[in-house]
């Protein structure tokens, strides 16, 4: 396992970089990160480095604060 990769964002677990995977749509060779547990791969890169950069890329929300309301007690 590749120690500079974040674990599945969905299971948690550890992922590692599949190398040389062929992408169907570009008809190219790649790299990509996948979850043996979650069989979850991470977008297909040219390079291992922006395979592990892409997998580590995480979408973070910010919960909104909270709208007062009339008749709400302070």
């Not at 990769?5 to 749509?25: M, N, R, T, W």
């Amino acid at each position: 396992m590749n120690t500079n990769l974040k674990p599945c964002p969905f299971c948690g677990k550890g992922a590692d970089v599949l190398e040389s995977i062929f992408h169907q749509e570009t008809h190219r060779t790649c790299f990509a990160v996948f979850c043996y547990k979650c069989e979850i791969e991470g977008p297909p890169r040219k390079s291992k480095s922006r395979a592990v950069r892409a997998w580590n890329r995480r979408f973070v929300l910010t919960p909104e604060p909270e709208k007062k309301r009339r008749g709400d007690i302070k």
